[in-house]
């Protein structure tokens, strides 16, 4: 039972990571049905700007975690403009390879900068080190910070897309984005909005790992943002609800099989949910079968 | 006050527009009726921006707006209401009807102009927390319109609004169509149900795979031969 509990405490602070990329991804494909492969390594860069902010300029945890979400949000949206924005006219296989385009090229230029080797976050401010033992579940200050700024995060979006102008114009576009145009929404600026709430919440998930598991490399995004991005599909992609849904499924999932079992397994598990939500419900636990449009 | 003049739209090898002018003066009702795939909706969808000319001018008070975004067009008081009412499906009535005042910053005449839709249409007022896309066909076309109210048009662009819809409803929806004109509003109406645009409208222009074969009143148009035949069923 205990072991179940903390099993679970460890899921939703993990969760809580594979939910806020998972957003970017499902937020991006809700507007231009785009998987955004590079999004796991827009995560990466915000790991490493955090982890500039407070190994090299000393900057507080709050600090570093604004300065990483705020170069993320430039990022996506430079990412958006230079390389999907020339295609959005072509083919979707199109702009989906020049994604994987642009995550090698975000995952070499990384590794040109800063090296191949795996860098620590260093001695974290004390309070940061803490643990509370409830009731034989041993539960870590960094685990409450995940867990807290992460829903703090997802509150402050749905605000933004249920009750903002932008959110509604994000939400039209998604919808029709012929019909939002002809409201004057500018949907340029709507999907490069888009890109920069869901990267400001990569990056933000970055320095969350930093922290958590310090240590960072250049390729750290690869696998976190595949499994964010089955995360996205199993909730079912493009719904809000869905992205969080599956990150704390596959977050829980992944704690339970390498506590219950072996954490050698965790990834085999997670794409074999991959396999079974494709086969059994394409459209994600949430989605509805789909009515192509006429 | 609109004015369309040998406006050229293709699509790939395909020639969609061959050349259109026509006009609409201020107050007026003016019609563009034809068969399926004449071009109607690529005509209004020219208008607005959607879709570039391949020559041609669109002027709007006599200032050239061919050039301008699809922004910057429902900024000037052109606003469509397109083909199939196109609300968005996933959010409330309310929602819809704020879209539609996208571009508007007076909060308060916003809040006025929502009132007088409601008013204007109370069954959108009893649905306002409703999604748009679990109305009915005929709710879909009024929200379509209320939408299209919020952001004050100038001229107001109506693509086919009785498709689809029963004919007390087509009835229904036209008498709101010559209310909103009465108040001021001018309007191009894009029909295919020739009979029920002709009895509203000032005057019409037929439209046959991309080109105007016939221009006059209303009342002329009703009374040609080739009308009749072709599209008054008679």
Redesign the interface.
């Known amino acids: 039972m205990e072991q179940l509990a903390q099993q679970l405490v460890n899921g939703l602070a993990l969760g809580s990571i594979y939910a806020l990329i998972a957003l970017g991804y499902t937020m991006v494909y809700g507007i231009i049905q785009l998987i955004n492969f590079a999004h796991g390594d827009v995560y990466m860069v915000g790991a490493y700007v955090g982890y500039f902010c407070m190994v090299h300029l000393n900057l507080g945890f709050v600090e570093s975690l604004v300065i990483a979400m705020a170069v993320c949000t430039v990022l996506g949206v430079v990412i958006e403009r230079v390389a999907y924005k020339p295609l959005r006219k072509s083919t979707r296989i199109a702009v989906l390879i020049t994604a994987i385009g642009v995550s090698l090229l975000l995952e070499y230029t990384m590794m040109f900068f800063v090296g191949a080797d795996t860098r620590t976050y260093g001695v974290l401010p004390p309070f940061m080190e803490q643990s509370f033992n409830v009731g034989g579940v041993l539960i870590t200050m960094k685990q409450i910070i995940i867990i807290g700024v992460s829903v703090l995060l997802m509150v402050v979006l749905q605000y933004i897309v249920r009750r903002t102008?932008v959110g509604?114009?994000m939400?039209?576009v998604s919808?029709?984005a012929?019909?939002?145009?002809?409201?004057?929404?500018?949907v340029d600026n709507t999907i490069s909005f888009t890109f920069a709430l869901g990267s400001a919440l990569a990056g933000a998930a970055g320095v969350l790992v930093g922290v958590y598991y310090n240590a960072i490399n250049p390729l750290m995004g690869v696998l976190p943002g595949l499994k964010a991005f089955i995360a996205a599909v199993f909730g079912g992609i493009g719904l809000i609800p869905g992205a969080l849904l599956g990150g704390y499924f596959i977050g829980a999932a992944e704690t339970l099989v390498s506590g219950y079992w072996s954490s050698l397994y965790t990834d085999a598990v997670v794409f074999g949910i991959l396999i079974l939500v494709l086969i059994f419900k394409p459209t994600g636990l949430l989605g509805s079968n789909v009515r192509e449009k006429v | 006050m609109l004015e369309i003049k040998d406006l050229e739209v293709g699509f790939g090898g395909i020639t969609a527009l061959k050349g259109i002018s026509l006009s609409v003066a201020e107050g007026e009702i003016v019609t563009l009726i034809g068969a399926n795939g004449a071009g109607k909706t690529t005509t209004l969808r020219t208008v607005?921006?959607?879709v570039r000319p391949r020559a041609g001018k669109i002027l709007v008070d006599g200032q050239d707006v061919t050039r301008l975004?699809?922004?910057a067009r429902?900024?000037r008081g052109l606003?469509?209401v397109?083909e199939g009412r196109?609300?968005?499906?996933?959010?409330s009535v309310l929602?819809n009807l704020?879209?539609?005042a996208?571009?508007r910053k007076d909060a308060k005449s916003v809040a006025s102009d929502l009132d007088d839709v409601f008013a204007r249409f109370p069954r959108l007022a009893d649905r306002r927390k409703q999604h748009a896309g679990t109305l009915s066909g005929g709710e879909q076309q009024m929200l379509a319109i209320g939408?299209a109210l919020m952001?004050r048009p100038q001229i107001l662009l109506l693509d086919e609004p009785s498709m689809g819809l029963a004919p007390l409803l087509v009835q229904e929806i036209f008498s709101i169509v010559s209310e909103i004109n009465a108040g001021g509003t001018t309007v191009l109406l894009v029909e295919q149900n020739a009979n029920m645009a002709l009895q509203i409208a000032h005057r019409g222009y037929v439209l046959e795979t991309g080109k105007i074969v016939l221009a006059g009143t209303a009342a002329e148009l009703t009374s040609t031969d080739e009308v009749k035949r072709a599209y008054l069923g008679g």
């Open positions: 102008k509604k114009a939400r039209a919808q029709d012929d019909a939002a145009r002809l409201m004057g929404i500018s | 607005s921006g959607l975004s699809a922004q429902v900024k606003v469509q397109p196109r609300v968005f499906p996933q959010m929602e704020e879209l539609g996208y571009l939408r952001s």
